[in-house]
């Protein structure tokens, strides 16, 4: 039920009479008001201020502010801007102030003197209109509880729901999170059980090919065809039985995270030349003809020069495969389509084989998957080369493409970025740099071997076993490796082309930075005397077992468990030298650095038990190189040994960083080696 409230009139006269005889003809007639009365407009504005007024009687003629003044304030106040004003006035003047009085906001005017009945009248005609406004505010707020009410009740239901399907969305996602873990370590089991079961295989794989490639030499010297044909047969399905293994290991090196890119700069025809020269028995396996097209200037690229002929390899394989009596075409060429610094090699292979269907072209790049299973009984194959072709494109930043029409032959093509970006390689690689990633490996294994199934296999081999391997095709790329890596070992096959093995040796043991690095020779002959004689450390025949490596590897592997290593930083070859001899004549390991900066780049590998430290080097000096190691590893004690006059603000820098500071000319060498052995018998090798 609604609530009637009390009407409040304001009447505004300044006499006294006409106050009071309104007043009575208002409460004499009318019910429920309450009258309120003001002598002038500023008394009739301070009730207004106080109090709720719902009907204004004012008078136009009244002494300081008359009721037009009056009006104009009451509607300028949002408060009071919608009370109805009603006009008093004489009637001599009605004519003049009813237009004035309706600008000013009045809603009605009555003269002077009053008539009774219609003044009554009028009060009862506003307050039936304020009655029902104050009604429809009444409903219409009863209207507004109910639907907030409503609404409160909706949300409170709402806030529910959320919270029970939040916790079916957490529990949804906590069980996703378990079935993506078991799925992780489910592919992760998968990816090491294929790396374990590759690795096996080819071990003894291994065996079987260099055996057979003895035997073939040795039934070629003795004129016995028969068997030189047969062994040949079984020393080409040894190799094409280990290319499928290594097509596994690569799918699971890719999955696993760990296959890396490592690019080189090259002159692409002259690679491409190189490929076919390989894929050409292939080719004319089948009775096909391949014909070469070269488009622009293809010179140089940038990227990794392996797996570009990886991706050669494969495609033109597949298309010899399944394309016989017919027509191969490769078009390589270079062209601009992104913005990219050396544009793009575009590669496209075209074969008139059997084609694909649309169905099989969706399963094309899927792995362990063929076009179908009368497919796979013809053509064999893990079917794994397309899969892992179009990876290798993805990491070096390619795209490739495919278009087939079953029955009449098959379209590749792929892009390649000419330039891969080092912001690229490092997001690829997951690692700041191969020489980076190398150096934080427990043992550091130089392989150079000239030919690339035996890189291959013992990059592999020796990864498996935890160390970092680096491989080099040559003598000359061998040797910067070697001043790049400083390996703890390098695999030297002695018979490497473009350099001779025993050279390359040579000038490992003449560089003074070099030649404390232990060297294996590999070779098919025996050659222990004439290694000896150069200096290396032990020497393997091929083919040999895998634990034989293992073992020499173990034997001379510079891992932390045994390090006994101080590192030498100093310029000076003669110094170099002298604190070598020095320190392994006391049964200490020597890494020797030129700078400060060779130094910091290897010290994390080597984990010296103590340093010593020249101060005027080029490329970095001790003075620089000190504040940086503190840094990153406070624990390591370092000795300044200088020839240089220091200043007394210098020295007390160096005492800052080091444990004490030698001056070269304060010895002669016999006081020297006396003074070090002393320095160097209180140091520990740091704990692993």
């Given at each position: 039920?609604?609530?009637?409230?009390?009407?409040?009139?304001?009447?505004?006269?300044?006499?006294?009479?006409?106050?009071?005889?309104?007043?009575?003809?208002?409460?004499?007639?009318?019910?429920?008001?309450?009258?309120?009365?003001?002598?002038?407009?500023?008394?009739?504005?301070?009730?207004?201020?106080?109090?709720?007024?719902?009907?204004?009687?004012?008078?136009?003629?009244?002494?300081?502010?008359?009721?037009?003044?009056?009006?104009?304030?009451?509607?300028?106040?949002?408060?009071?801007?919608?009370?109805?004003?009603?006009?008093?006035?004489?009637?001599?003047?009605?004519?003049?102030?009813?237009?004035?009085?309706?600008?000013?906001?009045?809603?009605?005017?009555?003269?002077?003197?009053?008539?009774?009945?219609?003044?009554?009248?009028?009060?009862?005609?506003?307050?039936?209109?304020?009655?029902?406004?104050?009604?429809?505010?009444?409903?219409?707020?009863?209207?507004?509880?109910?639907?907030?009410?409503?609404?409160?009740?909706?949300?409170?239901?709402?806030?529910?729901?959320?919270?029970?399907?939040?916790?079916?969305?957490?529990?949804?996602?906590?069980?996703?999170?378990?079935?993506?873990?078991?799925?992780?370590?489910?592919?992760?089991?998968?990816?090491?059980?294929?790396?374990?079961?590759?690795?096996?295989?080819?071990?003894?794989?291994?065996?079987?090919?260099?055996?057979?490639?003895?035997?073939?030499?040795?039934?070629?010297?003795?004129?016995?065809?028969?068997?030189?044909?047969?062994?040949?047969?079984?020393?080409?399905?040894?190799?094409?039985?280990?290319?499928?293994?290594?097509?596994?290991?690569?799918?699971?090196?890719?999955?696993?995270?760990?296959?890396?890119?490592?690019?080189?700069?090259?002159?692409?025809?002259?690679?491409?030349?190189?490929?076919?020269?390989?894929?050409?028995?292939?080719?004319?396996?089948?009775?096909?003809?391949?014909?070469?097209?070269?488009?622009?200037?293809?010179?140089?690229?940038?990227?990794?020069?392996?797996?570009?002929?990886?991706?050669?390899?494969?495609?033109?394989?597949?298309?010899?495969?399944?394309?016989?009596?017919?027509?191969?075409?490769?078009?390589?060429?270079?062209?601009?389509?992104?913005?990219?610094?050396?544009?793009?090699?575009?590669?496209?292979?075209?074969?008139?084989?059997?084609?694909?269907?649309?169905?099989?072209?969706?399963?094309?790049?899927?792995?362990?998957?063929?076009?179908?299973?009368?497919?796979?009984?013809?053509?064999?194959?893990?079917?794994?080369?397309?899969?892992?072709?179009?990876?290798?494109?993805?990491?070096?930043?390619?795209?490739?493409?495919?278009?087939?029409?079953?029955?009449?032959?098959?379209?590749?093509?792929?892009f390649l970025p000419a330039y891969i970006s080092d912001a690229h390689l490092?997001?690829?690689?997951?690692?700041?740099?191969?020489?980076?990633?190398?150096?934080?490996?427990?043992?550091?294994?130089?392989?150079?071997?000239?030919?690339?199934?035996?890189?291959?296999?013992?990059?592999?081999?020796?990864?498996?076993?935890?160390?970092?391997?680096?491989?080099?095709?040559?003598?000359?790329?061998?040797?910067?490796?070697?001043?790049?890596?400083?390996?703890?070992?390098?695999?030297?096959?002695?018979?490497?082309?473009?350099?001779?093995?025993?050279?390359?040796?040579?000038?490992?043991?003449?560089?003074?930075?070099?030649?404390?690095?232990?060297?294996?020779?590999?070779?098919?002959?025996?050659?222990?005397?004439?290694?000896?004689?150069?200096?290396v450390t032990d020497y393997l025949m091929k083919p040999f077992k895998q634990?034989?490596?293992?073992?020499?590897?173990?034997?001379?592997?510079?891992?932390?468990?045994?390090?006994?290593?101080?590192?030498?930083?100093?310029?000076?070859?003669?110094?170099?030298?002298?604190?070598?001899?020095?320190?392994?004549?006391?049964?200490?390991?020597?890494?020797?650095?030129?700078?400060?900066?060779?130094?910091?780049?290897?010290?994390?590998?080597?984990?010296?038990?103590?340093?010593?430290?020249?101060?005027?080097?080029?490329?970095?000096?001790?003075?620089?190189?000190?504040?940086?190691?503190?840094?990153?590893?406070?624990?390591?004690?370092?000795?300044?040994?200088?020839?240089?006059?220091?200043?007394?603000?210098?020295?007390?820098?160096?005492?800052?960083?080091?444990?004490?500071?030698?001056?070269?000319?304060?010895?002669?060498?016999?006081?020297?080696?006396?003074?070090?052995?002393?320095?160097?018998?209180d140091v520990t090798p740091p704990p692993t």
């Open positions: 039920m609604l609530e009637t409230e009390q009407v409040n009139i304001l009447i505004v006269d300044d006499n006294k009479n006409n106050l009071f005889t309104l007043h009575t003809l208002i409460t004499e007639h009318i019910n429920d008001v309450n009258v309120l009365e003001a002598e002038s407009g500023i008394v009739a504005l301070q009730i207004l201020l106080q109090e709720k007024v719902d009907l204004i009687f004012l008078d136009v003629q009244m002494p300081e502010m008359d009721g037009f003044e009056t009006a104009r304030l009451i509607r300028s106040r949002k408060k009071t801007l919608h009370i109805p004003i009603i006009f008093l006035t004489a009637a001599y003047k009605s004519e003049e102030f009813r237009q004035k009085g309706f600008d000013v906001g009045g809603a009605d005017y009555l003269t002077k003197p009053i008539d009774a009945p219609q003044l009554i009248s009028r009060i009862r005609s506003y307050l039936r209109f304020i009655q029902q406004e104050r009604q429809y505010h009444q409903e219409l707020e009863r209207k507004v509880k109910e639907r907030t009410a409503e609404l409160e009740q909706i949300r409170s239901e709402l806030e529910k729901r959320v919270s029970e399907r939040t916790t079916e969305l957490h529990e949804a996602k906590t069980a996703a999170e378990q079935a993506r873990i078991i799925a992780e370590t489910a592919n992760q089991s998968k990816s090491q059980f294929l790396a374990n079961m590759s690795h096996e295989l080819r071990t003894p794989l291994n065996a079987i090919i260099g055996f057979s490639e003895m035997l073939i030499e040795e039934a070629e010297e003795q004129a016995i065809e028969n068997f030189a044909a047969d062994l040949k047969k079984i020393h080409a399905s040894g190799k094409h039985l280990l290319g499928l293994i290594n097509d596994i290991l690569d799918l699971s090196k890719i999955e696993a995270g760990r296959m890396q890119l490592c690019v080189e700069t090259f002159d692409v025809k002259t690679v491409i030349r190189e490929i076919l020269h390989t894929i050409q028995p292939i080719i004319e396996k089948e009775n096909n003809i391949l014909k070469i097209h070269f488009h622009n200037q293809l010179g140089e690229i940038h990227t990794d020069l392996t797996k570009f002929r990886q991706i050669f390899l494969n495609l033109l394989s597949n298309a010899a495969k399944f394309t016989q009596n017919g027509l191969i075409q490769l078009n390589v060429g270079r062209r601009l389509i992104e913005k990219n610094e050396g544009g793009w090699v575009e590669i496209c292979i075209i074969d008139n084989g059997i084609g694909m269907t649309a169905e099989q072209q969706i399963r094309l790049f899927q792995p362990f998957t063929q076009a179908d299973a009368s497919t796979t009984r013809k053509y064999g194959g893990t079917g794994l080369g397309l899969t892992i072709t179009k990876k290798f494109v993805e990491m070096m930043g390619g795209k490739i493409f495919v278009s087939s029409e079953f029955g009449h032959g098959s379209i590749f093509t792929v490092i997001a690829t690689t997951n690692s700041p740099t191969e020489t980076q990633d190398l150096l934080r490996a427990e043992g550091v294994v130089l392989v150079v071997d000239d030919d690339p199934l035996t890189r291959h296999v013992l990059q592999d081999d020796l990864s498996e076993l935890g160390y970092a391997v680096a491989v080099a095709k040559s003598g000359t790329e061998g040797i910067a490796m070697a001043k790049k890596l400083r390996p703890d070992v390098i695999l030297l096959d002695i018979k490497t082309s473009k350099m001779e093995g025993w050279q390359v040796v040579s000038e490992l043991k003449s560089n003074s930075l070099l030649s404390d690095i232990h060297v294996i020779i590999i070779s098919v002959d025996e050659q222990q005397q004439t290694g000896s004689a150069f200096g634990n034989q490596l293992t073992h020499l590897l173990r034997k001379y592997k510079l891992d932390t468990e045994t390090n006994k290593l101080i590192m030498v930083v100093d310029d000076d070859e003669f110094t170099l030298n002298l604190m070598a001899g020095i320190l392994k004549d006391d049964g200490w390991r020597v890494f020797k650095a030129e700078n400060g900066r060779v130094a910091l780049d290897h010290i994390e590998e080597k984990n010296p038990a103590l340093i010593f430290l020249d101060l005027n080097m080029p490329v970095m000096d001790g003075f620089t190189f000190l504040p940086i190691l503190r840094e990153k590893y406070p624990k390591i004690p370092v000795i300044v040994l200088t020839a240089s006059h220091l200043t007394a603000d210098e020295q007390a820098y160096l005492h800052q960083y080091s444990q004490s500071v030698m001056f070269k000319s304060a010895y002669n060498r016999t006081t020297l080696i006396e003074h070090l052995r002393g320095l160097i018998s």
